[in-house]
């Protein structure tokens, strides 16, 4: 492979080279921006934020322990709501604008101390809310592999970037699908791990109870080895699990074996017919790998929806109380009096996306209101806890979309926040679960003249089944219908081509 | 709806926003959409569940705690506390006129 | 009509811990604005608050001490309202599910001990501090520092079981010498780091239901609690009495000149909006924590003054008075060793406590300077009749000032308590002969002279007589010349 070609490379074949002594840490970093960056970032704008004298310094850094680290000189995009001292931190909101943290979120320190090299921000919906990253103060991330669709979001920068070759690895965010589902409409693996595995110190809140970092990637090894370098205890964040996170290192051992579940009921009204077949083309490989399909009816996802949608925006309309124009960020400059400095601050700040949750959130918890919203929610939370328990005493894991639709039109839901809430219908229960989930690349699909458009699934898993998704998941790179990759792969992938 | 006019200017005044007259209309109706749609939540039985208030409650264990030390790596100078704010002078943040101390 | 008051009060107590509630930063007074924070206390975006384990345990021990129930699981929640010294614009704080409930403060008024009962006592964090405005060009702006911002405190709120403004002071004095007692603060209301609210109505004597509650902000003494209680009873009283109803409301008391500023009325209440802190799991609190906290609590001040009446025979007075500071109780105990308990307990209610009062100092200072078998020595040199209590006294005063052992200050200075007739009847006559017109006053019936004479004798004798002697010596001599004349 030529030095040109380095962007193609997979994260954990890249670090190698660069342990080897074989590539120096700038070029690895720089690889992505010479090459795709120059060609799709313009129309793309996977991108927030970015300064190359930032990814000198941080490349130069990184080129200290390259002998040693696991991720020795990966270039990964982070999204904009993880805190940077290198670059701004504004979560896609005017109320940021030109925010720079004065420290670094935990999981942006471990990639750091693997080696690994922050190469910016990815763009998002303003503070994760949005499946279509439509919704940034610095304007939409269009889909790779139709400029006229979405790449999905909240963390949609991050996961086209990842798609379109910028970098092997990127870092979203995942509170009701964020990461999984743009991993879908990009065509790139998408994991939310289990809630409490990595730290949200340093990741601007949004759900406290159901934010977690997920990790792009395009192949199921560079999943693994940046879930391994992430995860585990923080003393900063109370909410991480104190044991040691689950061992991923065995993410190849293959399926032989395991149960997968197939909740059918869930799709057969509702969901288009390509992704349906997705489904089927994954869950006959995972059987021709070894693994048992086990048919059940499971709850409806309406219900996740709707829980979600009080608990999300109730604890968001706490979370986002702190973006007053008093400390950081905005401030309205026509402020006589401390009220009026705090509602135009924020009236003129927050996008519209926002205010709206923020208010729905409001309402929720406000007096009188509580018992019959939040506190409901809450409980309705618990049942769906329990649905999940239910459904994985049966199996080892289950299949489902990671998306009800494949990428839908720049627009076609941005007048309509319930039908945008809806597209997370199948991605929600894990977060109120907790459980882990990780999106599946199952190749393109073009029919009717329409451009060839990413598919996947989403495999689900109890808490701590990070090993058992990463299994399905390698197993469907290497045996999908779709995408047939040879074992020992570094570069395969299916790259988007310009339209 | 759920929600109508003076619901939404007691919220938004809750939330310190401000909605337009020309917007509280269309706001009480999203709203109202939103949670008409959440109203499906009473069709689920919830009899023997109690609220989730931490994901991954039981499992989690409770919350760890810290030894009572101080932590001067993440601690800040004046300046870089004050580096982000829109308007600060002589170590403090400033601020329009605070009358009296009311903290409840 | 007679009105009774209803009182309850809401008590903030700011703990002594090294560290602030969730962060690492110092919980420190009096530093640099803006020094003592961190991303936690700051609010910033992205930062999580784990919890100070200590802060628990100072509320576990100040609970245990009140009798309140300590639960096993309690949970922090948030409370949200806008203001510009709270960098989070919640605080996370304890609602439904607190730390401490129940439990009452034994309260010693007059001759009586009281119990006053508690609703419950919680764990919190404190705000920043927001300044007067001040002139800045052509506006007002009010400056801001963080530096308390997550400082722990605990909030203990009482049952409305008050009746008079004085229990209320009485219950905070109270409230002080516990929390200083446990070590957890150092419950010096002028500092702010015991700040009280009272909720404050009236109802005619006698009658059950009770009226409408205001709630009385900025009584930053414990005398402003007494007289900003008094001034709104009044207050009250004036309404109702010309015929108007009293409003919810928020007052502010202005100690200085003792009035009272209604900040805000009821269709400005607040909607906190609590629910759970989702970023921290709930608080367990095992059995081994809480038997390592009663471990650590030791006897509290009460029970030590029961004690000290029955095992060495004090006056309650007396026992309350030594049992008032922690350190005091420690100090007597260690010099009753070596000295008679009443004896003990008198010279450090006469003059240990009179000589730190007027030099503002503490126990400890104290005991620097005279350790507590110096002090004995001093004590017991009197009752054996080694020394005179006023020459015994002078040299408590120059070790209490200067430090060094009283017995060679004793032997350098030949102190020793004179009391043969021998030594005192040459002092005795020559008082007499300097002192014609006071002996003439006590000769015609005037005997308080008396007095003026010992201390004559007194003064020659270097303050080493033995009083009651020279009193015998000078009656004797002056009833000779009585009858001489
Ligand atoms: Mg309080
Ligand atoms: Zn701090």
Not at chain 3, 12 to 31: D, N, R, W, Y
Not at chain 3, 88 to 101: A, G, H, S, V
Not at chain 3, 202 to 214: E, V
Request: aromatic share 8%; net charge negative.
């Amino acid at each position: 492979m030529s030095g040109a070609d380095v962007w193609r490379l997979s994260a954990t074949a890249l670090a190698a080279r660069v342990r080897a002594g074989d590539l120096a840490v700038a070029d690895a970093v720089e690889s992505g921006w010479r090459g795709p960056a120059a060609a799709w970032e313009a129309d793309v704008h996977a991108v927030a934020h970015t300064d190359p004298g930032a990814r000198a310094a941080a490349s130069s850094a990184a080129a200290r322990d390259r002998r040693t680290a696991p991720l020795a000189g990966v270039p990964v995009l982070v999204k904009d709501n993880l805190c940077t001292t290198d670059y701004p931190t504004t979560c896609g909101s005017r109320i940021l604008a030109g925010y720079r943290p004065p420290y670094d979120a935990t999981v942006i320190g471990r990639l750091r101390d693997h080696g690994a090299v922050v190469i910016g921000k990815g763009n998002m919906d303003e503070f994760a809310m949005g499946s279509s990253t439509e919704f940034s103060a610095y304007g939409p991330t269009r889909n790779p592999y139709d400029l006229g669709r979405v790449p999905g979001g909240s963390s949609g920068g991050p996961a086209a970037a990842v798609a379109y070759g910028l970098c092997p690895v990127g870092l979203g965010s995942d509170t009701g699908g964020s990461v999984r589902q743009p991993a879908a409409f990009c065509g790139v693996f998408g994991l939310k791990p289990t809630y409490g595995r990595l730290s949200r110190y340093g990741l601007v809140a949004f759900g406290s109870s159901l934010d977690q970092v997920g990790i792009f990637a395009r192949h199921a090894g560079d999943v693994a080895a940046t879930y391994a370098a992430l995860a585990g205890p923080d003393p900063h964040d109370a909410t991480t699990r104190q044991t040691p996170a689950p061992d991923v290192s065995r993410w190849d051992r293959g399926v032989a074996g395991l149960t997968f579940g197939w909740p059918a009921n869930l799709w057969r009204e509702g969901v288009e017919p390509d992704v349906v077949e997705g489904l089927e083309i994954a869950a006959v490989a995972l059987e021709r790998a070894g693994a048992r399909r086990v048919a059940f009816d499971f709850m409806p996802g309406e219900y996740a929806v709707a829980t979600y949608y009080l608990v999300a925006t109730a604890e968001a309309s706490s979370n986002l109380a702190r973006f007053d124009g008093v400390r950081y960020g905005f401030r309205h400059d026509d402020a006589p009096d401390v009220r009026a400095l705090y509602t135009r601050t924020r009236s003129a700040g927050f996008g519209p996306e926002v205010q709206r949750r923020i208010l729905l959130g409001t309402y929720a918890l406000s007096a009188g209101y509580y018992d019959a919203y939040y506190l409901t929610a809450q409980r309705a939370r618990t049942r769906i806890r329990r649905e999940y328990e239910a459904a994985f005493a049966r199996c080892d894991c289950m299949l489902m979309p990671a998306s009800p639709t494949l990428p839908f039109r720049l627009g076609e839901k941005t007048d309509d926040p319930l039908a945008m809430y809806l597209s997370d219908i199948f991605t929600i229960g894990a977060n109120l679960a907790g459980i882990p989930g990780l999106t599946v690349p199952v190749g393109l699909t073009g029919a009717n003249g329409r451009p060839p458009l990413p598919r996947a699934v989403q495999v689900l898993g109890p808490e701590d089944a990070e090993p058992v998704l990463l299994a399905a998941g390698r197993a469907l790179e290497v045996g999908g219908d779709t995408i047939r990759l040879g074992a020992a792969h570094d570069t395969e992938f299916a790259w988007p081509t310009k339209r | 709806m759920s929600i109508d006019r003076e619901d939404v200017k007691r919220i938004a005044e809750l939330a310190r926003l401000e909605i337009p007259e020309d917007r509280i209309e269309r706001t009480a109706r999203e709203l109202s959409a939103v949670l008409d749609y959440a109203a499906a939540l009473r069709r689920l039985d919830l009899e023997g569940c109690e609220p989730t208030v931490f994901a991954g409650l039981g499992a989690a264990g409770p919350a760890p705690l810290r030894a009572d030390a101080l932590d001067d790596v993440r601690r800040l100078t004046p300046e870089t506390a004050l580096a982000a704010a829109p308007e600060h002078e002589d170590d403090a943040f400033l601020v329009p006129p605070v009358v009296e101390n009311l903290n409840p | 009509m007679a009105y009774e008051a209803v009182i309850g009060l809401e008590c903030h107590i700011q703990l002594a811990t090294v560290s602030k509630m969730f962060c690492g930063c110092p919980a420190e007074f009096g530093a640099r604005p803006n020094s003592n924070v961190c991303p936690v206390c700051l609010g910033l975006p992205g930062a999580l608050p784990v919890t100070n384990r200590e802060a628990i345990d100072a509320a576990i021990r100040l609970g245990l001490a009140l009798g309140s129930t300590i639960r096993d699981v309690s949970v922090f929640a948030r409370k949200h309202y806008f203001y510009p010294d709270m960098p989070k614009n919640y605080q996370i704080t304890q609602y439904d599910r607190p730390l401490c409930e129940g439990g009452a403060l034994p309260v010693r008024i007059g001759d009586a001990t009281r119990s006053f009962a508690l609703i419950r006592v919680h764990a919190e964090e404190d705000t920043g501090k927001s300044f007067h405005p001040e002139r800045h060009g052509d506006r007002q702006v009010s400056r801001v520092d963080f530096n308390r911002a997550g400082v722990p405190l605990l909030e203990l709120v009482t049952q409305p079981v008050f009746r008079e403004p004085a229990e209320c002071a009485a219950f905070l004095t109270a409230l002080r010498r516990l929390v200083r007692w446990l070590g957890i603060s150092e419950g010096d209301m002028e500092k702010g780091h015991l700040r009280c609210d009272a909720n404050v109505s009236i109802r005619p004597a006698g009658t059950q239901a009770l009226g409408t509650k205001s709630e009385l902000k900025n009584l930053n003494s414990i005398k402003g609690v007494e007289k900003g209680i008094t001034a709104e009873i009044a207050r009250q009283e004036r309404v109702l009495a010309s015929g108007g109803t009293i409003e919810q409301a928020t007052l502010l008391y202005d100690a200085d000149h003792d009035k009272l500023a209604v900040m805000r009325s009821k269709e400005h209440a607040h909607d906190y909006r609590y629910f759970p802190e989702p970023d921290l799991p709930q608080l367990a609190v095992d059995a081994a924590w809480l038997a390592a906290a009663r471990e650590r609590l030791a006897e509290l001040p009460w029970t030590r003054a029961e004690r000290f009446a029955a095992e060495y025979g004090l006056p309650a007075y007396d026992a309350g008075v030594l049992c008032d500071q922690r350190e005091l109780a420690d100090y007597f105990e260690e010099v009753v060793k070596e000295a008679d308990p009443k004896k003990v307990s008198n010279w450090i209610m006469t003059e240990m406590l009179r000589h730190l009062k007027a030099t503002q100092r503490g126990v400890s200072d104290w005991a620097r300077n005279v350790p507590p078998h110096h002090f004995a020595f001093i004590i017991r040199s009197v009752e054996t009749a080694q020394a005179t209590a006023t020459s015994a006294k002078s040299v408590l005063d120059e070790v209490f000032a200067n430090g060094g052992d009283p017995a060679s200050i004793y032997a350098e200075r030949g102190i020793r308590a004179r009391s043969s007739s021998d030594e005192l009847l040459p002092l005795v006559r020559a008082a007499i002969e300097e002192n014609p017109g006071p002996v003439a006053q006590y000769l015609g019936g005037k005997t308080a002279t008396l007095g003026f004479l010992v201390g004559q004798v007194m003064k020659k004798s270097g303050g080493q007589a033995v009083p009651q002697t020279v009193k015998d010596l000078l009656e004797a001599e002056l009833a000779r010349r009585a009858a001489a004349r």
